[in-house]
T-cell receptor, first 110, second 113 residues
């Protein structure tokens, strides 16, 4: 069965410190992985996806198939990065199933 | 304003009553989804639908039912069989191609008393 694991419920860092939000997945095929972010009182929205290999708001994520991980990183955290972050996996083989991890709350302290 | 509309935003119901949450999208998306969001448990998939008149159970479908009679609509019924229905429910949709983003509604808070 497909599964997404985010081991940290809460991550607190100081402003300017590096951030790494962990995400591990289990899926036997080639996964499509995403990071979504939910700011306070806003809808869940896409942050980035692995197929784009892009950097959004300074965040990057690399798919490591050997370790089945898709960790989200930012070299210097900002206070406005405080939010709930969800890692998600899409099953690309036609079923359109889309599952999320339990989320990590990031708090960036001044 | 295009997007996904969920209604109502807040709903109170007595235990034992069925309740239906509405989800409408005008994005012309093929796939639609219902999730339940509980503190510490993230988003759990209830049901999803790839196409009209077809839907599949997600990970926590027991006590819920859906229909997909129109492309733009995917209502969720929370039945009396659902043991712990009080939760925040999110509807989402996406175009039916690999790699595409999923878009969310604003959510519906259901409280059963």
């Amino acid at each position: 069965a497909q599964r997404v694991t985010q081991p940290e419920k809460l991550l607190s860092v100081f402003k300017g410190a590096p951030v790494e939000l962990k995400c591990n997945y289990s899926y036997s095929g080639s996964p499509e992985l995403f990071w979504y972010v939910q700011y306070s009182r806003q809808r869940l929205q896409l942050l980035l996806r692995h197929i784009s290999r892009e950097s959004i708001k300074g965040f990057t994520a690399d798919l490591n198939k050997g370790e089945t991980s898709f960790h989200l990183k930012k070299p210097f955290a900002q206070e406005e990065d405080s939010a709930m972050y969800y890692c998600a996996l899409s099953v690309p083989s036609g079923t359109y199933k889309y599952i999320f991890g339990t989320g990590t709350r990031l708090k960036v302290l001044a | 304003d295009g997007g996904i509309t969920q209604s109502p935003k807040y709903l109170f119901r007595k235990e034992g009553q069925n309740v239906t949450l509405s989800c409408e999208q005008n994005l012309n998306h093929d796939a639609m989804y219902w999730y339940r969001q509980d503190p510490g448990q993230g988003l759990r998939l209830i049901y999803y639908s790839q196409i009209v008149n077809d839907f599949q159970k997600g990970d926590i479908a027991e006590g819920y039912s859906v229909s997909r009679e129109k492309k733009e609509s995917f209502p969720l019924t929370v039945t009396s069989a659902q043991k712990n229905p009080t939760a925040f429910y999110l509807c989402a949709s996406r175009q039916g191609h690999t790699g595409n983003t999923i878009y969310f509604g604003e959510g519906s808070w259901l409280t059963v008393v």
